[in-house]
């Protein structure tokens, strides 16, 4: 692909980053993904839960379209899905439609290409830069409340961006994100 050329998506088939190659990067994903649908905050999602993130992100489902497959991972006498029940449900659904993990086969260039796939889901207008207003989008567009607020939202850039241009760029990015780390990953 050439500098600065945007990827191209094929419709009608899922999109690889539904399980990103580094088991690390995955965990902490999937646990900020179920911290989000959690709406109420109990540690379990409900199909309701799940229905309304899913709406949030564009992607609606109802509650009855997803009630017959979620049910199956709730654990008797529990409302939802705890975040193990919902690691499975991931995991399965990745299984199915892309085959089996191989975390094994996973090389470096793979983990920086998921890094640069994460980094676009951010960077809306492909310039190669997170603004405060795409990072706002992507906040608001997920129900979080730092959304909300422009100067949170500013003040987040701020924490990251080590040239103190505004935004960030692809290397602030990379350098927060392997900063990360995941208890009891």
């Known amino acids: ?16 980053s539904f399980r990103l190659r580094s088991e690390s990067l995955n965990a902490l994903r999937l646990r900020r993904v179920f911290d989000l649908f959690d709406h109420n905050g109990d540690g379990e999602i409900t199909v309701e839960e799940l229905a309304l993130a ?4 564009g992607l609606g489902a109802s509650p009855d379209e997803l009630r017959p497959t979620v049910a199956a991972y709730i654990q008797p006498g529990r409302a939802g899905l705890a975040f193990e029940e919902f690691e499975a449900l991931h995991r399965d659904l990745g299984d199915s ?17 998921d890094m640069r796939e994460a980094f676009r889901v951010f960077d809306e207008d492909g310039d190669g830069f997170i603004s405060a207003s795409e990072l706002q989008a992507v906040l608001v567009k997920l129900g979080l409340a ?13 924490s990251v961006d080590q040239d103190s241009d505004g935004r960030v760029d692809f290397g602030e990015f990379k350098h927060m994100m392997q900063g990360i780390t995941v208890r009891g990953a």
């Open 54 to 57: 899913l709406d949030r992100l």
């Open 97 to 113: 439609l892309f085959g089996a993990s191989d975390a094994i086969g996973e090389t470096h260039g793979e983990g920086e290409e």
């Open 146 to 158: 730092e959304g909300r607020s422009i100067v949170r939202v500013q003040e987040m850039i701020c």
């Open 1 to 16: 692909m050439e500098e600065g050329a945007k990827p191209t998506q094929t419709l009608g088939r899922p999109s690889t």
